[in-house]
């Protein structure tokens, strides 16, 4: 068994503002760091353009298509002070929900052992009908009901390592009881939500805020002692990974202190965790990372944790 790459060139097409963070770069970043002789053996598949079926099974069809109408013809348009959109940003957009669901019928197939998405714009602050934080569909959460509703599967995990709470999947998955979303975030930070009162409708919801300045021991006891032990629990047939790097002590948007040791790290604790209850089948997609050094070696490390668990 092999580790799969999604992702599509697309993403380079996704423009911002000058100076904005969540830039062409960190794309370019990422690719460039996967080109590795290490990485030869990743099985490098293209992200397809996602089926609005999909899409729906998260977004309403007047949000899909407010969308679609906010694509300029050229230039760039804001959607809020934070999310931007480009001629070149739906196509992307889509290859991100395309690329996350294809990912998720290959490691439910068993062509793969597991999936990293490596696409932009990331997903997880877009809410029901709302874009926000960069992201305009909730690639994660997408993908959870894929797999519990195509699939068949009784129960999804969704686990969150970004430093910004990811608001969008917590409200993309609040109603869902076979669906659990656990995240750990720094607080407080954008977007301003993920108290640990916050738990979903049915108890599927699990919050564990990091105080600003809190590093590694401070996370690994968060992941260690309280979420992946919940996890267990929830005993979920497939575990999908929101990848974000910015809590990387280099990153310019948030005040954690992880090193890349410590995305490694809980990349193998998700991942052994994976083994023991969910037969291994692990799916990630990059969410945030803005340091394009410290982005590029927390991809390597996370994707060399992937590829150690899918021999």
């Not at 089926?51 to 230039?75: S, T, V």
């Not at 608001?167 to 993309?172: A, E, I, K, M």
């Not at 968060?222 to 497939?238: H, K, Y």
Request: charged residues 20%; aromatic residues 6%; negative net charge.
């Amino acid at each position: 068994m092999v580790t799969a790459l999604f992702t599509h060139a697309s993403s380079l097409d996704h423009e911002t503002p000058p100076g904005h963070p969540e830039r062409v770069a960190r794309y370019e970043a990422v690719m460039q760091a996967l080109d590795a002789d290490r990485f030869d053996a990743l099985d490098r598949r293209e992200a397809a353009v996602g089926d609005r079926a999909e899409i729906l099974r998260c977004h309403p069809e007047d949000y899909i298509a407010g969308i679609e109408a906010a694509i300029p013809a050229k230039g760039l348009r804001s959607l809020d002070p934070d999310t931007h959109v480009s001629a070149g940003s739906l196509e992307p957009a889509l290859r991100g929900v395309g690329g996350i669901c294809a990912a998720v019928d290959a490691v439910l197939a068993g062509e793969v052992g597991n999936a990293f998405v490596a696409m932009r714009p990331p997903g997880h602050h877009a809410e029901t009908a709302r874009s926000m934080g960069f992201c305009l569909f909730g690639n994660a959460a997408i993908a959870a009901k894929r797999a519990l509703d195509h699939h068949g599967l009784a129960r999804v995990a969704v686990l969150d390592f970004d430093v910004h709470h990811g608001n969008g999947t917590q409200d993309l998955l609040w109603d869902e009881p076979r669906a659990f979303f656990a995240s750990s975030h720094q607080m407080p930070l954008y977007p301003g939500t993920g108290d640990a009162s916050e738990t979903g409708a049915s108890g599927n919801v699990m919050n564990v805020p990091l105080a600003p300045g809190s590093g590694g021991a401070e996370m690994r006891r968060a992941w260690g002692d309280v979420i992946l032990p919940a996890v267990r629990s929830f005993a979920p047939e497939l575990i999908i990974i929101s990848a974000g790097f910015d809590a990387d002590a280099a990153d310019p948007l948030a005040q954690l202190e992880w090193t890349t040791e410590d995305f490694a790290w809980v990349t193998r604790a998700i991942c052994e965790t994976a083994a023991q209850v969910a037969g291994g089948r692990v799916v990630s997609t990059l969410e945030g990372g803005y340091d394009l050094q410290a982005l590029a070696a927390g991809v390597a490390a996370h994707v060399d944790g992937l590829m150690e668990f899918s021999q």
